[in-house]
């Protein structure tokens, strides 16, 4: 079992920054691809990044990419997003989660577990 908690969240502006980190429990942690997901008031959980379990490949949602960036310390069992060019629609509860496999799917159904959440809220 892996056991997640998020942490970096906060207030910021528009246009500005913010990296999150996700820590995670166990000796395992390479064995599992890692994703981020978020979810707004009054809406669905979405996708946003994922990375495979080396850190070689990543996949990001449109709405994202080009402007965050995830990676991963697997000797530190953490994975890191890190946020850019931020914008209002931006502001929601970002979770971590991870997957058993070699696969990043943007499907929230397929990961195993998950983080508490953080909370990004941007400011215009």
């Known amino acids: 079992q892996v056991q997640l908690v998020e942490s970096g969240g906060g207030l910021v502006q528009a246009g500005g920054s913010l990296r999150l980190s996700c820590a995670a429990s166990?000796?395992?942690?390479?064995?599992?691809?890692m994703g981020w997901f978020r979810q707004a008031p009054g809406k669905e959980r979405e996708f946003a990044a994922a990375?495979?379990?080396?850190?070689?490949?990543?996949y990001f949602a449109d709405s994202v990419k080009g402007r965050f960036t995830i990676s991963r310390d697997n000797a530190k069992n953490t994975v890191y997003l890190q946020m850019n060019s931020l914008k209002p629609e931006d502001t929601a509860v970002y979770y971590c989660?991870?997957?058993?496999?070699?696969?990043?799917?943007?499907?929230?159904?397929?990961?195993?577990?998950w983080g508490q959440g953080t909370q990004v809220t941007v400011s215009s």
């Open positions: 989660a991870a997957l058993l496999g070699a696969y990043m799917y943007g499907d929230a159904h397929r990961y195993d577990y």
């Open positions: 166990g000796r395992t942690f390479g064995y599992y691809t």
């Open positions: 990375i495979n379990r080396s850190g070689g490949s990543t």
